[in-house]
C-alpha cells in the first residue's frame, strides 16, 4: 500500500495553483472541473508519478476554523522535503515567499516554516541524519 493522494485545503484554486507551480515548481497532475471547482492535483517535477497533492476547495465549514487554528498555533499543514534547505530558503525568500520560521537545526532535520499565500503553514525539512524506521 502507498499514498496515492493527499490534500491541502486552499482557499483560491487558481491563486494555488499558481503559487504551487510558478514558485513552488510542482507540476500540475490532474485538471478536471468538478461543478464550481476543479479537481486539481500537482506533484513533484522530480517525482511525477509520486503523490498528488490535491489542491482542495476550502468550502467546507469546519476547515476555516481548522485552519485558523492550525495557523495561530504555528502548525505546518503539510511538510516538504528539501535537498538544500539554505538554498531553497534563498530562492523563495528571493520571490517573495514569507518565511514565518528561518531554517534551523530541530534534531536529524533542518527545518523552515512559510506561508503558501493560500491560508497555509508549509514546513520544508532537510534530512541532515539518515533516519530509519522499523516496521
Not at 478536471?32 to 468550502?59: A, C, K, M, N, Y
Not at 495561530?72 to 503539510?78: C, T, V
Not at 536529524?108 to 522499523?134: H, K, W, Y
Request: with cysteine.
Amino acid at each position: 500500500m502507498r499514498i496515492y493522494v493527499t490534500s491541502i485545503f486552499v482557499d483560491d484554486q487558481d491563486k494555488a495553483e499558481k503559487f504551487y507551480t510558478d514558485v513552488l515548481c510542482f507540476k500540475v497532475k490532474n485538471n478536471i472541473p468538478v461543478g464550481e471547482h476543479r479537481w486539481l492535483t500537482v506533484v513533484s517535477s522530480r517525482d511525477p508519478e509520486g503523490t498528488e497533492l490535491l489542491l482542495e476547495p476550502s468550502d467546507h465549514r469546519a476547515v476555516k476554523p481548522y485552519k485558523d487554528a492550525l495557523v495561530a498555533d504555528g502548525i505546518p499543514a503539510h511538510s516538504f522535503q528539501v535537498e538544500a534547505l539554505d538554498a531553497e530558503w534563498k530562492r523563495l525568500v528571493g520571490l517573495g515567499v514569507t518565511f514565518v520560521q528561518e531554517p534551523m537545526d530541530a534534531g536529524p532535520v533542518r527545518m523552515a516554516v512559510f506561508d503558501d499565500t493560500c491560508g497555509n503553514l508549509i514546513q520544508l525539512i532537510e534530512m541532515v541524519q539518515s533516519t530509519t524506521v522499523s516496521p
